[in-house]
């Protein structure tokens, strides 16, 4: 029987513009997007990847993806999201958890995330090695996520010693 210190709760956040770069993919939980305009980032600016590393990093205090994978260390320049969300999960492993599952909110007017939510669900539980979850949300064309200027993604994970 496992008691409540063998559980804990990460929360993560990220938000990205969308590019100007008409050749730059949009990426979204490891799936490309085709015929959508990708978001700005130093690596390929997954924010689905990019959350759910935070938030496993804060659940076992290892910090936050900007520490392990800095925007200003030119290795990162254009990096695979769901390589570094592995990697994340590697840290977790090692440091004696398990990540137990993973819950998306993806917040956006474009694009549509129910047609593409199951490659989604299947790319990201491959890499975790747990369920993952992903919901399409829009902001109801309040704000700048309302404007269609980017995408905001918040993530929970819970993981288990």
Do not use: Y
């Amino acid at each position: 029987m496992s008691d409540a210190t063998d559980l804990r709760i990460g929360h993560g956040f990220d938000v990205h513009r969308f590019s100007d770069d008409p050749a730059r993919p949009l990426v979204l939980g490891g799936v490309v997007f085709d015929g959508e305009p990708g978001l700005e980032g130093h690596s390929d600016a997954d924010a689905v990847a990019h959350a759910c590393a935070d938030a496993l990093l804060g659940a076992v205090g290892l910090g936050d993806i900007g520490e392990h994978f800095p925007d200003s260390d030119p290795r990162w320049a254009g990096a695979d999201s769901m390589v570094l969300l592995a990697s994340v999960v590697a840290l977790v492993t090692d440091a004696g958890w398990r990540v137990v599952n993973i819950d998306c909110s993806v917040v956006c007017e474009r694009p549509r995330i129910a047609p593409r939510r199951a490659e989604m669900v299947e790319r990201l539980s491959a890499v975790v090695g747990a369920p993952v979850g992903v919901k399409g949300n829009r902001a109801e064309k309040l704000g700048a996520i309302g404007r269609s200027e980017g995408v905001v993604v918040m993530v929970v994970a819970l993981v288990q010693r």
